[in-house]
């Protein structure tokens, strides 16, 4: 599977995290081949950070983990589609989702709130 | 809004379409500024084809075009979250979603059937 997959110039493909069952996307992030790999054999997904330039566990300093569920892949290989399982919340800002700015009438609203205080995940 | 977002080293940014109701992910494709305003202006999701060097405005050729409902953008601002109604199908092979491949007890499995001949789309 991984030899059909296409990386990007670093080595990369953008990962989508949907919760399996209730369809809310949750984060998009991004994958190397070690991390895929690292996934499938764990179960537990692991991203690549670019920022920090290595394996990030997601979860490993949270406690907000993601079992994966299904690994899919889109018609040019290009990107993945990860079915999860979340734990608490996805987003560093102690949100369900990464996804809470939307704009609505021309203007930027938050369209949810945070359920957990970061400074209890990270603090 | 737009000057919130944080483009790549390429003025791009990777947009996830999502059926707005049944929640299905069609597609991740990549917008530039202009395809963004496009989009808010006309209503019709425009992205940036990468492999053609200019704007996408998605079923120019198909008819299969995407309506946006809300468009939304994550915690960093490098990624958008587009809801749509994606009239017929999102995927050139003619099948709704452009994830229709699966890793499953180690084999990869298609798990969507065309639901139109691409050669009635593009034909």
Not at 29 to 58: F, P, Q
Not at 88 to 102: D, K, L, N, P
């Amino acid at each position: 599977m991984l030899d059909l997959l296409r990386f990007d110039e670093n080595g990369l493909i953008p990962a989508i995290a949907q919760q399996h069952d209730t369809g809310e996307v949750l984060m998009l992030a991004w994958m190397n081949r070690d991390s895929i790999e690292e996934t499938l054999e764990s179960g537990n997904v692991c991203y690549w950070s670019r920022s920090r330039a290595r394996l990030w566990r997601k979860g490993e300093t949270s406690g907000q983990t993601q079992k994966l569920i299904e690994l899919r892949f889109d018609c040019d290989a290009d990107t993945l589609l990860l079915m999860v399982d979340q734990k608490g919340v996805a987003c560093h800002t102690g949100r369900r989702s990464c996804f809470y700015a939307a704009m609505r009438d021309g203007q930027v609203v938050e369209i949810a709130e945070p359920e957990i205080d970061p400074a209890a995940l990270y603090g």
